[in-house]
């Protein structure tokens, strides 16, 4: 199972995003074939990537394959563009969550 950890700050004007943590692997499918490994890992690495490429926003990030381990968590303060991206990996985990269940892959949000 895919552990998700999305760090947020509730405001007013609703939730930002200020990263997001992952461990395991869904099981759906063996190694190479697991279609839930794989849209994970894909949503939240063009989210790392895109910060990069299209924003000045400070991050830290780290990868470990073999455990399905992925931390990534921004240092400076968080642009409009950066929180759209942030959204959009939210709304496509959560998705992700909602089709295959909490069997391959179990969301939390932690309050920073």
């Known amino acids: 199972m895919i552990q998700v950890t999305i760090f947020r700050n509730s405001t007013d004007n609703g939730d930002v995003y200020t990263g997001v943590e992952l461990l395991g692997h869904a099981g759906f499918a063996?190694?190479?074939?697991?279609?839930?490994?794989?849209?994970?890992?894909?949503?939240?690495?063009?989210m790392a990537n895109s910060v990069e490429t299209?924003?000045?926003?400070?991050?830290?990030?780290?990868?470990?394959?073999r455990s399905g381990g992925f931390k990534?968590?921004?240092?400076?303060?968080i642009s409009?563009?950066?929180?759209l991206l942030m959204n959009s990996l939210v709304l496509g985990i959560r998705n992700i969550g909602k089709e295959y269940g909490?069997?391959?892959?179990?969301?939390?949000?932690?309050e920073v």
């Open 54 to 65: 299209f924003t000045e926003d400070g991050y830290e990030g780290e990868m470990d394959e």
């Open 30 to 46: 063996q190694s190479g074939q697991d279609i839930v490994c794989a849209a994970v890992s894909a949503l939240v690495l063009n």
């Open 102 to 110: 909490k069997k391959y892959i179990n969301i939390q949000f932690k």
């Open 80 to 83: 409009p563009g950066s929180q």
């Open 72 to 77: 990534f968590h921004f240092t400076s303060e």
